[in-house]
């Protein structure tokens, strides 16, 4: 793979590539004069770190710190780490990660390894050091979701991942497919890529602004293997694009991002719902799933793929069987016209509707950033060590927006905004 590594690179364009490292810097993180950054990726990820890196600086960074990790590295974990190590997870690093966020350090991180890494993995340990991992992160995971810094998400086309959504193609074409493909759904294909974002975010802002005045109590859906009724928190804030975090700078999480999401009531879910695509869990893919719900609570969980990773995961705390997230995308997003399956969350959230199970955001309620956890809670807001999307949308789905006094008005009409 390593000899390969030059040729396969040269297959990404460095002029969009470069674009994509401008975009995360001034779009996604909006990154301010003497502000620090924080870089996790992958190491394949280097040139576009490198690119990032650069840009930050000349945006005026203080100091950039990326943090890389390795495929081979860690599947030497897992072959020849002993098994004790497998509950235990470095949270001197994360607790140092929650430090430099007290101290506004930005966040960036880039995904691009292979979705399904661990799929040859002995599932219980994968299952553990996924746990062991969630507790020790939990400090600096509150900082991000309770966006006390400014952060952004992006992509590099790493060539594993690549020949996993191109299976079929070689090395070169694949990684060559995979990077337009991101590049495209990051709109950084077009020649100004920082305005094309800002009329991304206005779009995005009209769909926001229309939900919050409309206030609905519930959402029901309507759909094959799906009759679902998702009561929404009370003081739920619609949100999309464009964030302010608490440091005041306005940053676009994810890039690319096509969702407009609140936070649902923990405890007023009922009915059944079955996914419309597969979900990759940290190396494996889930698939077919069907869950049905009792006040909140899944009391059943089914899975064509993955049913025992599904049901390991529903079992880490009493949070991970409630929702914490409910999102909205139109079938006909540029994501899900592309009809690539990303194995990426990043990615496939953004071609269909969604829920999440696990955490919720706390950004997802009027004043958010005043209320306490306990004040979120008692509005309906979930609590868990995991936040996990998975598609629930399609071109068959229709969404009712139930108001409190009983009443319904059409929100989605076969997979499109009514
Ligand atoms: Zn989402
Ligand atoms: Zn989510």
């Known amino acids: 793979m390593t000899t390969h590594a030059p040729n396969v690179t040269a297959q990404i364009d460095p002029a969009k590539l ?126 991000i979701a309770g966006f006390d810094i400014n952060w952004n998400i992006v992509a590099y086309p790493g060539v594993s991942w690549a020949k996993q959504v191109f299976a079929d193609d070689e090395e070169s074409v694949a990684v060559a497919k995979l990077a337009e493909a991101i590049f495209s759904a990051s ?53 999309g694009g464009a964030s302010v975090a608490k440091n005041g700078i306005v940053c676009n999480p994810n890039i690319p991002t096509e969702e407009v999401f609140t936070t649902p009531h923990a405890l007023r879910v009922e009915g059944h719902v079955s996914s419309t695509k597969p979900l990759s869990y940290q190396g494996t893919l889930i698939d077919e799933i069907s869950v049905r719900f009792e006040a909140g609570r899944i009391v059943e969980a089914k899975a064509a793929r993955g049913e025992a990773v599904l049901n390991k995961v529903l079992d880490t705390d009493d949070g991970a069987r409630r929702l914490g997230e409910v999102a909205l995308v139109p079938h006909s997003s540029p994501i899900s016209k592309s009809g690539i399956l990303f194995f990426n969350t990043l990615f496939d959230e953004n071609a269909s509707c969604h829920i999440a199970l696990g955490q919720c955001y706390s950004k997802c309620f009027v004043g958010g950033d005043r209320l306490t956890p306990e004040q979120i809670a008692a509005q309906g807001g979930n609590k868990s060590l995991i936040h996990i999307d998975w598609m629930i949308g399609s071109n068959r789905i229709d969404i009712d927006g139930v108001r409190a006094d009983g009443s319904r008005v059409p929100v989605f009409r076969q997979g499109e905004w009514a």
Not at 83 to 92: E, L, T
Not at 120 to 125: A, L, N, R, S, W
Not at 212 to 239: C, K, M, S, V
């Open 18 to 143: 470069d674009r994509l490292a401008e975009v995360a810097v001034r779009v996604g993180l909006n990154l301010q004069p003497g502000q620090d950054l924080l870089l996790t990726a992958p190491a394949a990820a280097l040139p576009l770190v490198r690119r990032i890196a650069r840009h930050a600086y000349e945006a005026g960074a203080g100091i950039v710190t990326p943090i890389l990790s390795d495929e081979e590295i860690t599947l030497n974990r897992y072959r020849f780490a002993p098994d004790a190590s497998f509950d235990r997870a470095p949270s001197w690093l994360f607790e140092g990660m929650a430090k430099a966020f007290s101290a506004n350090t930005a966040r960036l991180a880039i995904v691009g390894d292979n979705p399904m890494l661990l799929s040859g993995e002995d599932p219980e340990k994968v299952a553990r050091a996924n746990k062991a991992n969630s507790i020790a992160y939990q400090p600096a995971l509150e900082k």
């Open 187 to 239: 709109r950084v294909d077009v020649a100004d890529p920082v305005s094309a974002w800002q009329d991304h975010n206005k779009a995005l802002q009209g769909r926001t602004g229309w939900l919050n005045g409309e206030r609905f109590a519930a959402l029901h859906y309507t759909g094959p293997g799906t009759d679902l009724t998702i009561g929404l928190a009370d003081g739920h804030e619609w949100q």
